[in-house]
């Protein structure tokens, strides 16, 4: 695939937006070859088939870097129980939360979880995803755990995505283990992941560390069995209250920390010093009614660099578009629109340790989008409504 893409305002995402106006990309066999002023496009490249863009915004294909996809069922009747007042600990130690999604996965064919996995990352493409993660963590049995993450596998086979797989066990204790944590981690967390990673099944290690799953002392172990099998860990930590997590998570070199609304000094410190990013998911906080913020101007002030996902999933998020969650970083956490889109593209190819995207340059995935905008500023401004034009993915036009 060769093409020019011309006449189009360019957010290469390089020191700030960087601005571009009049500009070109050119991409050869699925990569930027060159990117700069149209006036300056080297005679090498002259020759190559054109697109013209009409003037429009061309920014970095949107990475989704943490979502959870692959589930069955859904969860409309909680969002009914919390609206009447019951918080999201008293429904998932009622059975409900993360559990129920747990029956209802479990119960689910591969077949059938692909086809509603697909459906789900249909809506995400058309807010402009390129790059999505997709976690397990809804079967909490090695067979049930393996089957969600072959169906994860499979989204890229079937849909113009590339798609990174976490396994994420350490989601929630299931009741066959209830008063036993320390044994789920043994008997299927660890496993589950030996496996997994045996079979390739997976890119990355997360657990959930909160007062309703799991410990920092119970993730941990968990994670040297990652790591000593060099796969990449990060946590959900801090959402609910502060168990140091994130710094635990941090001191063993955690890609990320995410939701992170309870994280104290001492965390961020943490973050800051291993370079891990906090991803801020405000779909979550949003949904639960949270008013707990996390700490944007504290990461600000110490470098932490800040991504922002859908955390798509059925209980707290059922939320698709990386757009809306662009807005809702910006209205509710007071972020900027630069740190919207920085944290949508990378920001967001950081947490997933990930070096070839997020930005518009030579040798990157040529994974873009074309937005009916003229600034990148309109991309977090608008309240659901998406202004995607054309996505490019791998360099094919309108992938």
């Given amino acids: 695939m060769a093409i020019l893409l011309h006449n189009a305002t360019l957010a290469p995402m ?83 939360g993360i559990l129920s999604t747990v029956r209802a996965t479990r119960a689910a064919s591969e077949a059938d979880l692909l086809a509603s996995a697909l459906a789900r990352a249909d809506l995400m493409i058309a807010g402009g995803a390129t790059t999505i993660e997709v976690k397990s963590g809804y079967g909490l049995t090695v067979a049930d755990e393996l089957k969600m993450l072959r169906v994860a596998r499979q989204i890229a086979a079937h849909r113009p995505l590339r798609v990174v797989t976490t396994h994420l066990a350490a989601h929630a204790i299931p009741p066959e283990y209830a008063d036993r944590a320390d044994a789920y981690i043994d008997e299927v967390a660890i496993p589950s992941l030996h496996q997994a990673h045996a079979a390739g099944l997976i890119d990355a290690v997360d657990a959930f560390c909160e007062g309703i799953a799991f410990s920092p002392a119970q993730v941990e172990r968990l994670f040297r069995a990652a790591r000593a099998l060099g796969l990449p860990i990060k946590l959900h930590a801090e959402q609910l209250s502060d168990l140091k997590g994130a710094a635990m998570a941090a001191g063993m070199g955690a890609l990320s920390a995410d939701h992170v609304e309870y994280i104290a000094a001492d965390g961020v410190a943490a973050m800051a010093a291993a370079g891990s990013v906090a991803v801020i998911l405000p779909g979550a906080f949003y949904t639960l009614r949270e008013t707990q913020a996390p700490p944007i101007t504290a990461f600000r002030a110490a470098g932490v660099p800040m991504a922002v996902a859908t955390d798509f999933n059925p209980g707290t998020a059922p939320i698709a578009s990386l757009p809306l969650a662009m807005n809702m970083a910006c209205t509710l956490f007071r ?50 409504a998406t202004p995607l034009h054309a996505r490019i993915f791998g360099g094919r036009l309108d992938a």
């Fill in 335 to 384: 972020m900027t629109p630069l740190e919207a889109l920085a944290g949508t593209t990378t920001h967001a190819a950081r947490a997933l340790g990930l070096t070839d995207r997020g930005t518009l340059a030579p040798g990157q995935l040529a994974d873009l989008c074309l937005w009916d905008a003229r600034h990148p500023a309109e991309l977090s401004y608008r309240i659901g």
């Fill in 14 to 96: 390089v020191n700030g937006y960087g601005l571009t106006e009049d500009g070109a990309v050119a991409i050869l066999d699925g990569r930027i070859a060159w990117v700069g002023r149209m006036c300056n496009l080297p005679e090498t490249l002259v020759s190559l088939p054109r697109h013209d863009c009409g003037g429009r915004l061309l920014t970095p294909g949107l990475i989704d870097c943490h979502s959870h996809i692959v589930f069955g069922g859904d969860r409309a009747v909680e969002f009914e129980m919390r609206l009447n007042g019951a918080s999201y600990e008293e429904v998932a130690r009622a059975g409900g």
